[in-house]
């Protein structure tokens, strides 16, 4: 007899339970859990990370972060209104930005903004020293990917409202950033928040940038107590708290994209 879709799809899901069923099995028997223990669950080197790791590390994550995020979201703005623009050279310098910085890596910005500036401007530095370098460095490469949601976002606006505020009287300007703009924000609210949780994991890279003990960012923390006390125990300290920070942003990527759903 043939089984019903409900069946297959029970079916299925049985099937997917039992190998990863089979694969958890399969992890827990072969894996050396008590050498895994001695190299990253050594209680004493996780207690001695407290509380710098919170005060100074998870602080400064959490700075690099939201100075970076800003600053994209800026120029990402300016980028979007660009790519829209009906003034051709506009939309060419745009286009060729967000190609550019999308195809660089962002490591490779944070070298040429934190070295290269000085050197090609002799005794010039960006405002605010190393948070200037790291907000312009990772700003400069998110903006290149939110400019491209925030298009999107303005495209989806329903061009009705748009030729509606402009029949009662509101300016192209007026237009743009009393109808247009916050409508295209509540559209690209979860990407956006997809863009965040990326700068706090790309947040790691600052570290090749030579910091200071009291610039010291999750990573670097790790890296130097790993060094010092030869055990992998941080690893596992610091791998946790970037789960803390990015779990919740992934919960509310979930519910704004499921209220978005419901909206439409």
């Keep these: 007899m043939a089984l019903t879709r409900r069946q297959k799809l029970r079916v299925t899901r049985l099937v997917q339970g039992l190998i990863g069923l089979a694969v958890i ?25 407290f509380p710098r790791v919170i005060t100074t590390a998870l602080i400064n994550t959490l700075l690099y972060t939201a100075c970076s995020f800003m600053f994209g979201l800026v120029l990402a703005i300016v980028l979007a ?41 002799a005794g010039f530095t960006l405002p605010g020293g190393l948070l200037g370098s790291v907000t312009v460095g990772l700003g400069l490469t998110a903006a290149a990917y939110m400019s491209e949601t925030l298009r999107a976002g303005i495209q989806a606006v329903p061009k009705g409202q748009v030729e509606a505020a402009r029949t009662l009287g509101m300016s192209s300007g007026r237009t743009l950033v009393t109808i247009v703009l916050p409508q295209a924000f509540r559209i690209v609210i979860p990407p956006l928040t997809n863009e965040m949780i990326l700068l706090v ?59 978005h759903a419901r909206a439409r």
């Design 201 to 259: 994991k790309d947040s790691s890279l600052v570290y090749v940038l030579g910091l200071t003990l009291k610039e010291y960012e999750l990573t670097k923390l790790g890296q130097t107590v790993l060094t010092s006390q030869a055990s992998a125990t941080p690893l596992l300290v610091i791998a946790i708290l970037y789960l803390v920070l990015t779990l919740p942003l992934s919960q509310l990527v979930r519910r704004l994209e499921i209220k």
């Design 81 to 121: 209104l660009m790519r829209l623009s009906s003034f051709m050279p506009y939309r060419a310098l745009a286009m060729a930005y967000v190609e550019l910085f999308r195809g660089l890596p962002a490591l490779v910005v944070l070298f040429l903004i934190a070295y290269g500036i000085p050197i090609a401007f």
């Design 25 to 49: 099995a399969v992890i827990v028997t072969v894996a050396d859990w008590q050498a895994f223990a001695k190299s990253f669950l050594n209680w004493d080197v996780a207690r001695g990370m």
